[in-house]
């Protein structure tokens, strides 16, 4: 099969909450755990295509054109997290109102877990040492038939690329602490622990250090 890193656009929506869906259960598809399949493209991957201090590329299949990954984030964290907690939290939060039909006692922890962002974003700001590290951050993700073949670090490298031209030197993510590969993956490359921040699913990457 033949890959390729492109700058994503609008017309990647629907590839972005379909591969973001498929990966969203630590690596894994979450489709069994939501009834509302779109709720985690909604935090982790869409509004990096439109809104303020954000980057997003997309692995696709050259002959069929599917998207098959991404890598999006934002070079200013803090302005990233301002810009969605007034424009696009409120949005979805109107949409998906606690009372309406889709609050009902038997939700889904899946579903319920990402409704909880949109009524509460403020609890969900990064952590100061994570922006002393880097104003930076990232998310990445792969259909699993895709992983384990060299393009989770060559996203990585065009993130960095990018990041560079804008000035900054480092970015960190945060992970699923049941993502075991994940975190292998990250350290092999360069990724480190943050110091200060307890559990060790809070990594960060100096781009001197990035192999």
């Known amino acids: 099969m033949s ?3 492109r700058k994503a656009t609008m017309a990647d929506t629907d590839a972005l909450f379909r591969v973001c869906l498929l990966t969203a259960n630590a690596g894994k598809s979450a489709e069994r755990l939501h009834d509302f399949p779109e709720l985690p493209g909604l935090i982790f991957a869409v509004p990096y295509l439109t809104r303020k201090a954000t980057f997003a590329y997309v692995l696709e299949e050259e002959d069929t054109k599917e998207v098959v990954g991404y890598v999006v984030g934002s070079p200013g964290t803090r302005e990233y997290e301002q810009d969605v907690r007034e ?3 409120p949005v979805h939060a109107v949409r998906y109102l606690y009372g309406s039909p889709l609050d009902k006692p ?3 922890q899946g579903d319920r877990s990402y409704l909880d962002r949109f009524h509460n974003p403020n609890a969900y700001q990064a952590r100061e040492e994570n922006i002393a590290f880097s104003p930076a ?3 990445i993700n792969i259909v699993e038939k895709y992983q384990r073949k060299g393009w989770g670090k060559r996203l990585i ?3 960095v690329e990018c990041l560079k031209e804008k000035g900054v030197d480092g970015v960190w ?4 602490p049941r993502n075991e590969e994940a975190k292998k993956f990250y350290k092999k ?11 060790d699913n809070q990594l960060g990457l100096k781009f001197v250090d990035f192999r």
């Open 3 to 5: 890959l390729a890193i």
């Open 87 to 89: 424009n696009w939290f």
């Open 106 to 108: 038997d939700i889904k």
């Open 137 to 139: 951050h990232l998310h």
């Open 157 to 159: 490298g065009k993130a």
């Open 173 to 176: 993510v945060g992970l699923d």
């Open 189 to 199: 490359i360069g990724f480190k622990d943050i110091g200060g921040v307890q559990g």
